[in-house]
């Protein structure tokens, strides 16, 4: 296949490298430093699964690339208003644009651009940093996608779907096909929303948040909160899936942070209006109570003031 990675950062950058890998003709959409490390020496992924490196194509002009058969949208939701034009060069008819983004707006915000019929929604469960331009460090040997139609889910695995599955599978991704695509998008906001949320907004890692009971009783409100919003949006999210989390939230080492309080902590941008914000907007419309999320909401929001 031909693939576009419009996001080629730690997450996007690492699907992508491995995609390359594979053999796939992979082209990084890219800026500036990173863009002219991948030109000049290749895309270099460092981590627990070994060292290597890939040879591939970057462009920061999307025109140029052309109509590709995949893009992976894994852009930072903050840069939605620059990235989501950029799109519309690489879509054809038969084109898969497949979100990769945290939240669960990103199906929509796509489709407003090139239309619901190439969109597929995916979650990505994965520990990355871009250490330097053209480097990407991972930690841990998580590298898993979940994936599926979003848009009138029909009750079975797609065609594209199942063609995306085998090429992921044989390039060493984690794939995780599923006939309704909502399911993994929300199944990943009812713990990351309220986890990124507490651990921001605490400005501590997991360990302090669920060792301390006054702490660790809103964390669990707020997983609950989620999950009530995820059911009244119609969504058939796991019955056992807040045991599955707390389960998930206990196991995990103590040290952890979530990607949001890590990029609050070194005064970068964070991902307040994708997560806590959409809670906040989709409840009100629903009518579900989500005080807790309401009160991380403000004080997230409240925070990245500070980083503009």
Sequence with gaps: MKIAVLGSGAVGGYYGALLARAGHEVVFIARSAHRDAIRSHGLWVRGPLGEWQVRARAEHDTAVVGRVDLVLFA??????????????PMVGESTIVLTMQNGVDSPEAVAAVVGRGPVVGGAAYIATALSAPGVIDQTGTYRRIAFGEV?????????????LHDAFAAADI?????????????????????FAGMTGAARQPVGVIRSDPAARAQLVA???????????EGVPVAADLLDRVLTY??????T??????????????????????????????????????????????????QLV
């Design 256 to 305: 952890m942070r979530s990607s949001l309080l890590i990029d609050l902590s070194q005064g970068k941008r964070i991902e307040v209006e994708a997560l806590q914000g959409a809670v906040v907007r989709r409840a009100a419309i629903r009518g579900v109570p989500v005080p807790v999320m309401t009160t991380l909401y403000a004080v997230l929001r409240a925070a990245s003031h």
């Design 151 to 163: 848009f009138d889910p029909a009750g079975a695995i797609t065609p594209r779907v199942a063609t």
């Design 222 to 232: 707020a997983f609950a909160e989620v999950h009530a919003l995820a059911l009244a």
């Design 75 to 88: 852009v930072k939701t903050y840069d939605n208003d620059t990235a989501l034009p950029l799109l519309d």
């Design 174 to 194: 984690q794939s995780e096909p599923a006939a309704d695509g909502r399911v993994p998008l929300w199944e990943k906001f009812i713990y990351l929303a309220p």
């Design 249 to 254: 939230v206990d196991g995990v080492p103590a």
